[in-house]
């Protein structure tokens, strides 16, 4: 004779993927995403495309908002700022270690910094640092990259997970 197990799960129940997130986190918060968005701009076969998304400090301190996303990998990147508040921070290309001392000295003096890093082909990094209590974050991203033709007809791919990059294992 077979026996089978029942098993019963309870409200108060612990959940291990909540487990899983608060100790990866260590008591970090997400910051919400208030909105986002993408212009794109077609020209002879190629595509310049605006990404805008916008977030909120629901913190009641100033905090450091580190956002990763996912790039086309053919993409080039030639433009990026933050706007904090009434203030806007535009990018300035640097070399790793320069861009990485420039902005925790800007983070030390009690600033508004940002730092944009490629961590790897098609996947970037953006801290901006000294974001006040209850301040918006718009960050805007310009690339370009070349479109693809089928047949006739311009056709562009923006990942908008890591997944869409490097595909699902």
Do not use: W
């Amino acid at each position: 004779m077979d026996t089978m197990t029942k098993t019963h799960i309870h409200a108060n129940a612990v959940n291990p993927i909540e487990i899983f997130v608060r100790n990866a986190t260590r008591g970090r918060h997400p910051v919400p995403l208030v909105e986002t968005g993408y212009d794109v701009t077609f020209d002879a076969g190629f595509a310049v495309i605006e990404a805008r998304r916008v977030f909120r400090n629901d913190e009641p301190k100033s905090i450091e908002a580190v956002l990763t996303f996912p790039m086309p990998v053919a993409a080039a990147v030639f433009d990026l700022e933050a706007r904090i508040g009434g203030r806007t921070l535009r990018a300035k290309a640097k070399r790793r270690a320069a861009a990485r001392e420039s902005y925790e000295a800007g983070i030390d003096a009690g600033k508004a910094s940002m730092l944009h890093e490629e961590l790897m082909p098609g996947i970037h990094m953006l801290s901006v640092g000294q974001v006040g209590p209850g301040a918006t974050i718009e960050i805007v991203t310009r690339f370009a990259m070349v479109a693809a033709d089928t047949g006739g007809k311009s056709t562009l791919r923006i990942p908008l997970t890591v997944g869409q990059v490097y595909g699902c294992s």
